[in-house]
């Protein structure tokens, strides 16, 4: 199965912005929650597995996780006021896809260090 893009939700904005659940999202979809954040560092939503984190200014944030067959909209605690989160929904990802993303992302980060 290809993958596809679903939906994104509405974006959250402020201090602790909230990321709703994308319309029309399905249980197995992946579901990427993006942040940035001026210069604060957010707190890992729980039953998310942080992908991404960037050091710089603004600050760039990327979650990831499987949906369940019932998700809640996704409040991210985080003290900057210039705070802007959406998530998407993506269909057709496999976990092998998710941990082959995750890879390549750590060793790119291991080999600019």
């Known amino acids: 199965m290809a993958i596809s893009f679903v939906a994104a939700g509405a974006v959250g904005t402020g201090t602790n912005p909230t990321a709703a659940v ?13 942040l940035t954040c001026g210069n604060s560092i957010p707190t890992t939503p ?23 067959s019932s998700e809640s ?4 605690t985080v ?23 995750r890879s390549i992302r750590i060793n790119h980060d291991h080999c600019l260090s």
């Not at 994308?22 to 990427?32: C, E, F, I, K, T």
């Not at 729980?46 to 369940?68: C, E, H, L, M, N």
């Not at 909209?73 to 991210?76: D, K, L």
């Not at 003290?79 to 993303?101: E, F, Q, W």
């Open 79 to 101: 003290s900057s006021t210039a705070s802007v989160a959406v998530m998407v929904a993506y269909r057709g990802v496999s976990y092998l896809d998710s941990y082959v993303t």
């Open 73 to 76: 909209n996704v409040t991210v």
């Open 22 to 34: 994308p319309a029309g999202y399905q249980q197995n979809d992946y579901l990427l929650i993006f």
């Open 46 to 68: 729980s039953g998310w597995t942080q992908i991404v984190g960037d050091s710089t200014t603004p600050r760039v944030y990327i979650y990831a996780k499987f949906a369940g």
